[in-house]
């Protein structure tokens, strides 16, 4: 992997873990390079895990009181 977790995107971690697991899949690789595979793969994991939080804590809901005014909420999902 070139970049850093910083510097790589979302969806260009996702698209470098499609190929990785299309490659492994793929069943054309040796051991040593699907161990390989395997471990930039699940470094990939980490980090489309991490840019996932980090957007879900910035994610926020717009919410509308009784008197019309307009307050900001912590994004939840269902009963958290």
Not at 3 to 27: C, H, P, R, W, Y
Not at 58 to 69: A, D, N, P
Request: hydrophobic share 35%; proline share 0%.
């Amino acid at each position: 992997m070139d970049k850093g977790k910083d510097e790589i995107s979302f969806e260009e971690a996702m698209k470098q873990l499609e190929e990785t697991v299309n490659a492994l899949e793929s069943g054309t690789l040796g051991l040593e390079e699907s161990l390989e595979a395997f471990e930039k793969g699940m470094s990939l994991v980490r980090i489309c895990q991490a840019k996932l939080e980090e957007a879900e804590t910035k994610i926020t809901q717009l919410i509308e009181t009784k008197e019309g005014k307009l307050i900001t909420e912590s994004f939840r999902i269902g009963d958290e």
